[in-house]
T-cell receptor, first 112, second 110 residues
Framework: EAQVTQNPRYLITVTGKKLTVTCSQN?????MSWYRQDPGLGLRQIYY???????DKGDVPEGYKVSRKEKRNFPLILESPSPNQTSLYFC???????????FGAGSRLTVL | GESVGLHLPTLSVQEGDNSIINCAYS??????FIWYKQESGKGPQFIID?????DKRQGQRVTVLLNKTVKHLSLQIAATQPGDSAVYFC?????????FGQGTELSVKP
C-alpha cells in the first residue's frame, strides 16, 4: 500500500530532551515536507526537501532540523524541545512540487 | 508575509445540495492551487488542484475555480453527501513552499 509512515504517533516528552520523529514513504517521491498543525493557525510548513541532500526552510523552521540522506526518509529532529513545540505534526510527500501531497497520519507531540 | 485565507470558517449544507467553499490568496506568483480535505483524526487528503494559468478544473463531483483578477479560489462540491463532512483547506505552492489557508469546516445535514 502506498503510504507515508510517521513514528511515533503520540509522544509526551520534557523540555530539552532531544527527539526525532521519523517519516518514511514507499512511493519513490522526490519531494517530502513537514508541517505542524495548531488550532487557529492551520497547517504551517516547517521544512521541505526537493530531493536527496536538498532541504529548505518553510515558514516555521525555528527549533527544528531535518535531513534527507535517503529518498524514502525525512526525519524531523527537535534538538531541544520547548512547550511551544507542542503540536500535531504531519509529514507528506509527492512527485515534484505542485502540491499533490500524500500525508502521513500525524504525530501528536506534547512537550512539558 | 503572504497568506492564503478563507472567507468562512464554517459551512452547513443539506445533504444533496451543492457546496461552495471559498478561499482568498495574496500571492500572484503561486504556481498551483490545491484543495485538501481533512477528516477528524486523519491527515489531509488531496482533492483537486489547478495550475495558475487555468481558471477551471473539474473532478469527480468537485470543481475548482480560480479567479486571478480578484485572487479568489473556490471549491464546488456537487450533491454533497454526509461523507463530505470535514475541514477543507486551500493551499498554494511557491516553488517547494506550500502555504495553507485556515480551513473551512463543512457540515452536512441529513
Amino acid at each position: 500500500e502506498a503510504q507515508v509512515t510517521q513514528n511515533p504517533r503520540y509522544l509526551i516528552t520534557v523540555t530539552g530532551k532531544k527527539l526525532t520523529v521519523t517519516c518514511s514513504q514507499n512511493m519513490n517521491h522526490e519531494y517530502m515536507s513537514w508541517y505542524r498543525q495548531d488550532p487557529g493557525l492551520g497547517l504551517r510548513q516547517i521544512y521541505y526537501s526537493m530531493n536527496v541532500e536538498v532541504t529548505d526552510k518553510g515558514d516555521v523552521p525555528e527549533g527544528y532540523k531535518v535531513s534527507r540522506k535517503e529518498k524514502r526518509n525525512f526525519p524531523l529532529i527537535l534538538e531541544s524541545p520547548s512547550p511551544n513545540q507542542t503540536s500535531l505534526y504531519f509529514c507528506a510527500s509527492s512527485f515534484g512540487d505542485r502540491g499533490v501531497l500524500t500525508f502521513g497520519a500525524g504525530s501528536r507531540l506534547t512537550v512539558l | 508575509g503572504e497568506s492564503v485565507g478563507l472567507h468562512l470558517p464554517t459551512l452547513s449544507v443539506q445533504e444533496g445540495d451543492n457546496s461552495i467553499i471559498n478561499c482568498a490568496y495574496s500571492n500572484s506568483a503561486s504556481d498551483y492551487f490545491i484543495w485538501y480535505k481533512q477528516e477528524s483524526g486523519k491527515g489531509p487528503q488531496f482533492i483537486i488542484d489547478i495550475r495558475s494559468n487555468m481558471d477551471k478544473r473539474q473532478g469527480q463531483r468537485v470543481t475548482v475555480l480560480l479567479n486571478k483578477t480578484v485572487k479568489h479560489l473556490s471549491l464546488q462540491i456537487a450533491a454533497t453527501q454526509p461523507g463530505d463532512s470535514a475541514v477543507y483547506f486551500c493551499a498554494e505552492t511557491q516553488g517547494g513552499k506550500l502555504i495553507f489557508g485556515q480551513g473551512t469546516e463543512l457540515s452536512v445535514k441529513p
